[in-house]
């Protein structure tokens, strides 16, 4: 699999080396284990899928490539969608803390129970509707959004910090996505949309 991501031109050590790591077979239901190590996005319950590694590859690097990011490594990063919780096990070897956000109370469940045996001392799993951020934890180094919506929440905006990188699936065109880049700039965002991807929409509040 991961292979794969690199001949699709993911560079960074570090992404490969974190995809590597993971056992993306212990995020979903054994009778799927065997498409585990796919580059497919798979169903997890609830009506939400795993994203596809390839997409969780590629949205990694872009949040590597933030300005705050070229000294030092990446500080705090807050996920949109825990979902299972295989994208927040990744970031948690990319950056220094990880804070992730799920909005279905049976999935941040489902995603503690994943993370456990991982002991992963630097995730901190939350439960809420991610439209609003996480305030407490901000500001971010990096944002990262595993759900798509018509526009980007302000409060991500304002919870990035200066050198910071928000990712995110939005729609452009008449449902269509694609991934958007913003970087917080002292001046101001600088916004840059990239290629079409799939994810589950962006909800408000919790269920
Ligand atoms: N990060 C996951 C992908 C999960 S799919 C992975 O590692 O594969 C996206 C998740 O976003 C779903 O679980 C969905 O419930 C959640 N979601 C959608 N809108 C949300 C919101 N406003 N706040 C928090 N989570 C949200």
Same mark, same amino acid.
């Given at each position: 699999?991961?292979?794969?991501?690199?001949?699709?031109?993911?560079?960074?050590?570090?992404?490969?080396?974190?995809?590597?790591?993971?056992?993306?077979?212990?995020?979903?239901?054994?009778?799927? /284990?065997?498409?585990?190590?796919?580059?497919?996005?798979?169903?997890?319950?609830?009506?939400?899928?795993?994203?596809?590694?390839?997409?969780?590859?590629?949205?990694?690097?872009?949040?590597?490539?933030?300005?705050?990011?070229?000294?030092?490594?990446?500080?705090?990063?807050?996920?949109?969608?825990?979902?299972?919780?295989?994208? /927040?096990?990744?970031?948690?070897?990319?950056?220094?803390?990880?804070?992730?956000?799920?909005?279905?109370?049976?999935?941040?469940?489902?995603?503690?129970?994943? &993370?456990?045996?991982?002991?992963?001392?630097?995730?901190?799993?939350?439960?809420?509707?991610?439209?609003?951020?996480? /305030?407490?934890?901000?500001?971010?180094?990096?944002?990262?959004?595993?759900?798509?919506?018509?526009?980007?929440?302000?409060?991500?905006?304002?919870? &990035?910090?200066?050198?910071?990188?928000?990712?995110?699936?939005?729609?452009?065109?008449?449902?269509?996505?694609?991934?958007?880049?913003?970087?917080?700039?002292?001046?101001?965002?600088?916004?840059?949309?990239?290629?079409?991807?799939?994810?589950?929409?962006?909800?408000?509040?919790?269920?």
């Amino acid at each position: 699999m991961v292979r794969k991501i690199e001949a699709q031109g993911v560079k960074s050590a570090l992404v490969l080396r974190a995809l590597n790591t993971v056992e993306r077979h212990r995020f979903i239901d054994s009778a799927l /284990a065997a498409q585990a190590y796919e580059d497919t996005s798979l169903p997890i319950g609830l009506g939400q899928t795993i994203s596809k590694p390839g997409v969780v590859a590629r949205m990694c690097e872009l949040l590597l490539g933030a300005e705050i990011a070229r000294q030092a490594p990446l500080g705090r990063v807050l996920e949109i969608g825990t979902g299972c919780g295989y994208q /927040a096990a990744v970031l948690s070897l990319m950056a220094r803390e990880v804070y992730s956000i799920e909005r279905l109370r049976g999935l941040h469940e489902k995603a503690r129970a994943n &993370l456990r045996p991982f002991r992963l001392a630097n995730v901190h799993l939350l439960f809420g509707d991610g439209m609003a951020g996480y /305030a407490k934890g901000a500001p971010y180094a990096g944002i990262i959004a595993a759900a798509g919506g018509e526009m980007i929440p302000d409060a991500w905006c304002e919870q &990035l910090a200066i050198g910071g990188r928000l990712v995110a699936p939005m729609v452009t065109r008449a449902g269509q996505q694609a991934l958007v880049v913003l970087d917080r700039m002292p001046q101001g965002l600088r916004r840059t949309v990239l290629e079409d991807v799939h994810f589950v929409p962006l909800k408000s509040g919790i269920a």
